[in-house]
């Protein structure tokens, strides 16, 4: 039977304080012990004189189990210390301006002069000695990403394997501040592949506040971060291109009073705080999570659509007093949440699989840190189970019949010519992953639109694509079988929507029709049903 690696995928946003004593004896303690460790920070930057020493933490780690006897060469690499220095610099401060495609060399000099560059990265260096300090020799680093205060590290456990089978490694930022330049907010991403299997890290930190406005912002920042792979011919988002994502960090979405049925009126922030406080005093999460607005946008197609979460059993991860005398249900006499903010669950971490992979990645559990006491903000820390190997059916040689294909999708009027722009609808199948596409049709259908809500029929004449090769692949490697349909505009070929079906959901006789959103980018742009008949194929050996 196969043993699943553990992934360990934390968030933490730090506030501008250094961690303190309970993020290493309750957070990093249980990352120690999974074979891949994701930690995501933001609001990343503190003086480095006020944290934790360096003897402290190995003092931790050897109490702790960890015995940790990486802290003098960790410590004393002076090359890989110059190294971090300048991959910071250039990966935050360019970074922060270049992944919008805008340079500002004006800005980037002016920063680069002052005495804040040096500390920001003094920083950046600290923090990822400290980690690494602490989980010891035994992991390394995978890869490491940063956009001014959002840091993104990856480790790997040497001794079970998983670090020497890692590879192609990529990092990358994108900026999603002022101006959609400013690195002040954004995403940090780390990608690899372990076995044939692709894994993406996006570390995030959303637009902040309350309102229908800074909810818009945060929705538009999750779709362009995860849509940031669609300015090239031909890709998909992110969650189309990777097996398994992890989108988590800082994404500030908010408790609605409204939802609770707080009395509102003029003093709407008092009496949705005074409520909000008196269910978490009871600890009536369920009630609290019906008022996220992350799962009301989730659930209409508004942000991270088809991401899955676990349940929120806990407090809020926002806005608390900086206290020192917190219990550990994180609850002093008096109340520990900041008046100035209504407590939410802005600290978050969300997982997508392909369809065919779903059941491969488990989420074991998920919770927050109510320990920690130096930030306003607490931890969140969650384990996964993730299964590499082929997954277990008794599969045949199947052909799929496609009879046809419906989408919906409203169109696009050009605000200069009034015109409706013409799409272009492709259906493809893929037998590996979503990067080995073959074509269905021989030419893709222009589909000119002329209405506010177009629906697009395609009819298939009992079109069949033959499977026996990818059935094997899929019983052998662990390949999968996908049609994929996209809808991009004519003009300019930029993709304006998909949808993906599982051929192998699907293992039965009679005609099945599927229904699939229409997505980019996390968001639902519209819908579409594929007909399909799975049938075995005659005298063909099993």
Known sequence: METPLNVFVGTWNLGNAAPDEEYFRDVLSVASEADIVCLGFQEAHYPVKEALSFETITKLSSDLGRGSSASRKVRNAKWFRNLMKVTAMVGG????????????????????????????????????????????????LVGQSNLLQIRLFVFARKS???????????????????????????????????????????????AAHEGQDFLDARNRSAKAILSSTTDKEDMLDIPAMYDHVFFLGDLNYRLDPYLLNASVGSHRGLSGFDLVCSYIEKREWGKLSAADTLAIERENGRALCGFEEGTLQWPPTFKYNRVKDADEDGFTDSNPFNTKRLPSYTDRVLYHSLPCLKNRLILKYYRSCQSTKSSDHKPVLSLFALKLGTPKAHLRCLTVRLSSLSVTFP?????????????????????????????????????????????????????????????????????????????????????????????????????VVANCPLRLGGTRVGSSTITLHLFEEENHPR
Request: glycine content about 10%.
């Open 93 to 140: 401060v360019v970074g922060s301006v270049a992944s919008s495609g805008i340079l500002v060399p004006v800005a980037i000099g002016a920063y680069m002069a002052t005495d804040a560059a040096g500390k920001e990265n003094e920083c950046r260096v600290h923090l990822y000695q400290t980690m690494q300090l602490f989980l010891g020799e035994d992991f390394g």
């Open 160 to 206: 079970s394997g998983i670090f020497g089978i890692i590879k192609d490694v990529e990092t990358n930022t994108l900026a999603t501040g002022i101006l959609n330049m400013i690195g002040n907010k954004g995403a940090a991403i780390v990608s690899f592949k372990v076995n044939d299997r692709s894994l993406c890290f996006c570390c995030c930190h959303l």
């Open 411 to 511: 169109c696009n009027q050009d605000a200069e010519t009034g015109l409706y722009n013409p799409y272009v609808v492709s259906v493809e199948y893929c037998k590996g992953d979503l990067g080995s596409f073959q074509k269905v049709l021989p030419e893709p259908d222009i589909i000119e639109l002329s209405k506010d809500d177009a629906t697009v029929t395609i009819s298939f004449c009992e079109l069949n694509i033959g499977f026996a090769d990818a059935v094997k692949k899929y019983k052998r490697s662990g390949y999968t079988g996908h049609i994929l349909m996209q809808v991009r505009r004519k003009s300019n070929c930029g993709l304006f929507g998909y949808a993906v079906l599982s051929i192998f959901d699907h293992l039965v006789e009679d005609d």
